[in-house]
């Protein structure tokens, strides 16, 4: 919330990557009941991996224990604060091969709810109050088989596979709620071939600020669009 959203409103000095200093963060009211140690176990517990810990010095010895002196964090992803520079940030996403190559996956996803999908279908998926459009490297391996484009298949199996195996458990997606009832396909190939621009987070939540970078994706660039919730599609 603070991180992503709010850094500037409540005075705390958020760099282009997205950086705060730990003491600014613990100092302020809203996160007094909170101690280093216990930020240290959110960012490391934290099933998405959607924070990062670092040392404020780039030649820091990594023998010494951070402190909240001495360190800075950052939320990886879902920024609305447009202080956040993208080549700050995130891994630009050069072609299909790179996808590939950076994530063992040629499959890009956004996922939603019924609700939305007429407006989807007329107008493409929106931004709307953050800097980008998130999307998933994989679907969940449930719905693995629903994927259509050759060799797609396999490269979400491979990168679901790196997630764990315990099929009794409740699968984790970054960048895909799990309680999602639809998925969005995206044609990647068209879409950078049109100039689109993707980049990956430290999280591996691929992110894009849409055609023209207006924080729309058309629907011209949907490849195919899922049912998750095994009901028909209208």
């Known amino acids: 919330w603070a991180l992503r959203h709010h850094a500037v409103d409540l005075g705390l000095s958020i760099n282009s990557a997205g950086f705060v200093p730990v003491d600014e ?3 302020k009211r809203d996160f007094s009941c909170l101690s280093f140690d ?3 176990r959110i960012v490391d517990n934290n099933a998405k ?3 990062e810990l670092v040392s404020t010095s780039a030649t820091a010895d990594l023998s010494v ?4 002196s001495t360190s800075m964090i950052r939320a990886v992803q879902g920024h609305s604060i447009k202080v956040v520079e993208d080549d700050e940030l995130l891994t630009p996403i050069l072609s299909l091969e790179d996808l590939r190559a950076q994530t063992s996956s040629g499959v890009l996803v956004h996922g939603t709810y019924r609700r ?5 279908r007329r107008e493409g998926l929106k931004s709307l109050s953050r800097n980008h459009i998130h999307l998933a490297i994989h679907l969940p391996r449930r719905h693995a088989h629903l994927l259509a484009a050759e060799g797609s298949a396999a490269h979400e199996s491979k990168e679901a596979d790196a997630e ?4 009794a458990e409740v699968e984790v997606v970054s960048g895909l709620r799990g309680n999602c009832e639809i998925a969005i396909v995206i044609d990647v190939a068209r879409a950078l071939a049109e100039g689109v621009k993707f980049f990956l987070a430290k999280n591996r939540v691929v992110l894009t600020r849409g055609w023209d970078e207006q924080g729309v994706l058309p ?3 949907f490849q195919q669009i899922l049912a998750l919730d095994d009901k028909p599609l209208d």
């Open 25 to 27: 963060l613990l100092g």
């Open 116 to 120: 939305h999908l007429d407006g989807i």
């Open 164 to 167: 764990g195996d315990g099929v």
């Open 38 to 40: 216990m930020l240290q």
């Open 219 to 221: 629907p011209r660039f």
């Open 65 to 68: 224990p951070l402190s909240p």
């Open 49 to 51: 991996k959607r924070f």
